[in-house]
């Protein structure tokens, strides 16, 4: 079930009805089995695969804390590790690794190669909550968090079904203290949990799908051949779908969370308006980013052993921050991009003697870093979006087509700046006020008065094009 759908509201609904009723413990039993049915919504037959690496991981990790000595413990980390990875690989990359060795043997003129390409069915949030369970397990070896002693609490932390599908990716140290301990109602939460829900449908479905529609035509061909103002338009629709899609999701995620007493970290922090690639990444994906560096960076030497190694590090962080989101040499390249320009970045940064506070920060030279990051990361989302390395070359060579344009196009243009704006001009708001969404400080009759406008806008202004969320296929 989706988050944007009617199925989720009431399946949410009855939840959080049922769960203020019980007791702590009876609580976690019933979050279980709701999330378990979450889950299995989606595809039952996949249940059986999330409950057995739970049930590994958590029997693991209690021989892994420092205290037990057990005379094995770097082997069980490392039989964690590899198992936990070598499933993901398996169902998320074998088609793609046999795909390529095809089109590999194809080039060296072996016509039809004798290869049995089975086509993988992608376990729904497989990359998240894989990656919560290497981070249990990581923390628990490293002394930095005590297993858990209860299935039913370990199960929940995984399975918890606001992050379940799409993340945010929830670090152990954080979600896991909240599951062992009773939560208590908290009207303002709870009502800053109604109000997140209505911000994330709102930038899903009245941002992203709109912005979706012309993304859309622009990348299938519909707005014409791939032209200077068909890529523009493409990489700009893009951007906003892909921002307010990711979100949006993180907004309901939180706000669903929160209905049951829990806190999620912030997902996004207004990364268009980051000045350079580094701060993007402290704003995108934030749960991702500080992931990649806690548990991949920094394990591969970070910035401890040189310039030259951290070049190194930040290309092969990123290179398989590409590859996590999925089995296409198009997010490898993506994520190529992201590392060496993180490595230029971090180069020149160094050469020039420069620190964050030696920086020119005067209001037209922000605004001059801000535009100009936003439009290399809106052409690095060219290959995010496209299907293929062909067609995202062949889609980026527009650019040098200056002709083709048609009425059609201003439009598409208009409609695109309709859509796009508000998120703009929500994200200015947010990061001069620094509040986690609009108006999160103001009178609840305000407030109220938003949400029930915006609601209204939801339901006026939603696309009638049914687009998935984005990271769902992740």
Not at 111 to 140: C, H, K
Not at 187 to 192: M, N, V
Not at 364 to 389: D, E, Q, T
Request: glycine share 8%.
């Amino acid at each position: 079930m989706f988050f944007d759908t009617p199925i989720y509201i009431v399946f949410l609904a009855l939840v959080v009805a049922v769960y203020w009723r019980l007791g702590f413990r009876p609580q976690n039993t019933v979050l279980l089995l709701a999330s378990y049915v979450f889950y299995g919504w989606w595809d039952w037959r996949f249940l059986a695969l999330m409950i057995a690496s739970t049930t590994a991981d958590f029997l693991i990790a209690r021989k892994l804390s420092p205290a037990t000595a057990h005379p094995y413990r770097r082997h069980l980390l490392i039989i964690s590790v590899v198992g936990n990875f070598a499933v993901l690989g398996f169902f998320k990359y074998f088609d793609f690794f046999i795909d390529s060795a095809a089109t590999a043997l194809q080039a060296f003129g072996v016509e039809n190669p004798p290869m049995t390409l089975l086509r993988i069915l992608l376990p729904p949030g497989i990359s998240f909550y894989t990656f919560q369970e290497i981070a249990y397990i990581v923390d628990v070896y490293d002394g930095k968090l005590e297993p858990a002693h209860d299935f039913v609490d370990y199960g929940l932390f995984i399975s918890l079904f606001p992050h379940l599908i799409a993340g945010p990716i929830q670090r152990p140290s954080h979600l896991l203290p909240q599951v062992q301990t009773p939560r208590t109602f908290r009207p303002d939460a709870f009502y800053d949990g109604l109000m997140l829900i209505i911000s994330g449908l709102f930038r899903k479905c009245v941002i992203a799908d709109n912005c979706a529609l012309i993304a859309n035509a622009a990348f299938d061909g519909r707005l014409g051949e791939p032209s200077l103002p068909v890529v523009l338009l493409g990489m700009y629709a893009f951007a906003w779908q892909i921002y307010g899609d990711f979100s949006g999701y993180s907004d309901i995620a939180r706000g669903s969370a929160q209905l049951l007493g829990f806190h999620f970290m912030v997902n996004f922090r207004q990364p268009y308006l980051a000045q350079n690639l580094q701060d993007f990444w402290r704003r995108w994906h934030i749960s991702l980013s500080t992931w990649l560096r806690d548990y991949l960076y920094i394990r591969l030497g970070g910035n401890a052993h040189g310039e030259r190694k951290t070049y190194r590090n930040l290309l092969l962080t990123m290179m398989l921050g590409g590859l996590w989101h999925g089995a296409n040499w198009t997010f490898v390249v993506w994520g190529t991009i992201h590392g060496l320009w993180l490595a230029l970045e971090r180069a020149l940064r160094t050469m020039l003697g420069m620190t964050r506070d030696s920086e020119r920060t005067g209001a037209v030279n922000i605004w001059v870093k801000r535009i100009g990051l936003f439009h290399l990361v809106a052409l690095c989302w060219i290959f995010f979006r496209a299907p293929s390395l062909r067609e995202a070359v062949s889609f980026l060579a527009g650019v040098a087509n200056w002709g083709g344009w048609q009425p059609d196009l201003l439009i598409a243009l208009q409609f695109l700046v309709l859509f796009s704006l508000p998120l703009f001009l929500i994200d200015l708001y947010l990061e001069h006020t620094g509040e986690e969404y609009v108006l999160a400080t103001r009178a609840p009759a305000l407030r109220a008065a938003v949400g029930v406008a915006l609601f209204i806008v939801i339901a006026l202004a939603s696309s009638n094009n049914l687009n998935a969320f984005i990271y769902f296929q992740f």
